[in-house]
């Protein structure tokens, strides 16, 4: 028959079940309205209802107590399991962020120590949403954000040269080795970044400005390896104040060399962005405190 097909079954209403299902839990139809802060008239015809829906009778109805028929048993244990899956469901779904994931780019240099404060302490917060972190060089995670591959991107960029949530500047320094210096040796040996790494040219156009030759004797993408290149003894580097460990230096101006402060952080995310990666921003800004230019 037509009225058996599965795309032609009626569905249950949740609100008939629980109607039902108060009902045998209170015994008569009186009590189980009030519990329901309904009529007993509007609760019965909640039961008639169902009672056509399904084809049978549910409910014996007798003087003083309502019992459920054998039918009626049968409903009540599927009505008692489709409630609690929508009370589970209800819970799941609660704070709108089940299932969702925040997908994050890095620099090497942040990954780790206060970003991480930041990011467990956000964890805490929204223990249902997971936190997908990428770390790169700052070209490869703007491209990755423009992409739409990253819902949240900090960069390294030449100052003002894309519009960003926020920026501020990149408070860089130039080390050296603390057993082995190397700021001394002609030509000035340079550890660097491969070709289109930021600070590699500021580095190259600050030795050429002191009238001194330079070589590149060491090239690394990783961040630890420029660390301990420098550290070894393999050359000087200009790298952020957060990666100087106690096995550098730092050159004052006593070296000649000059201050760099032609690199800014940007903090990138769009403007539709959901409300949790916004949430997000705001904790990674607040490491920087107030915005830079």
Same mark, same amino acid.
């Given at each position: 028959?037509?009225?058996?097909? *599965? ?6 209403? =949740?609100?008939?079940? *629980?109607?039902?299902?108060?009902? #045998? ?9 009030? /519990?329901? +802060? ?37 409903l ?15 819970e ?9 994931? @925040?997908?994050?780019?890095?620099p090497?240099?942040?990954?780790g ?6 990011? #467990?302490?956000?964890? %805490? *917060? +929204? ?25 949240i #991107? ?18 860089? %320094?130039?080390?050296? !080795?603390?057993?082995?210096?190397? &700021?001394d040796?002609?030509?000035?040996? =340079? @550890? ?8 590699r ?8 400005g002191?009238?001194?030759?330079? %070589?590149m004797?060491?090239?690394?993408? !990783?961040?630890s390896?420029?660390?301990a ?6 050359? &000087? $580097?200009?790298?952020?104040?957060r ?11 006593? $070296? ?12 990138l995310? /769009?403007?539709?962005?959901? *409300?949790? @990666?916004?949430?997000?921003?705001? #904790? ?9 230019r």
């Open positions: 028959m037509k009225g058996n097909a *599965k795309g032609h079954r009626p569905l249950f209403d =949740l609100d008939l079940l *629980k109607a039902i299902v108060m009902v #045998a839990d209170c015994g008569t139809f009186t009590a189980a309205a009030a /519990r329901l +802060h309904s009529t007993q008239s509007t609760v019965s015809q909640k039961v008639q209802r169902l009672e056509e829906m399904a084809g049978h009778k549910l409910l014996e109805r007798g003087s003083r107590e309502v019992r459920p028929t054998d039918a009626g048993e049968t009540l244990g599927y009505a008692r399991r489709m409630l609690a899956l929508n009370d589970e469901m209800l799941s779904l609660a704070g709108e962020t089940v299932g969702l994931t @925040v997908r994050l780019g890095l090497e240099d942040f990954v120590g206060q970003t991480t404060h930041v990011l #467990a302490e956000f964890n %805490r *917060k +929204h223990p249902q949403i997971k936190l997908e972190v990428t770390s790169g060089f700052s070209r490869d995670l703007a491209s990755g954000y423009d992409r739409g591959d990253l819902d #991107a900090l960069v390294k960029q030449r100052r003002n040269s894309r519009e960003a949530v926020a920026s501020w500047p990149e408070q860089l %320094r130039w080390i050296d !080795s603390a057993k082995n210096p190397s &700021i040796l002609d030509p000035v040996p =340079l @550890v660097a970044f491969p070709p289109r790494g930021l600070y040219d500021d580095m190259t156009n600050a030795i050429e002191l009238g001194r030759r330079w %070589r004797s060491f090239i690394s993408s !990783s961040l390896g420029i660390q290149a420098v550290a070894d003894g393999l050359g &000087i $580097s200009l790298l952020p104040l990666a100087v460990t106690a096995e550098h230096t730092v050159l004052t101006r006593k $070296s000649g060399l000059p201050p760099v402060e032609t690199v800014d952080i940007a903090l995310h /769009r403007p539709t962005a959901d *409300k949790v @990666v916004k949430e997000l921003a705001q #904790a990674l800004s607040r490491m920087f405190g107030k915005p830079g």
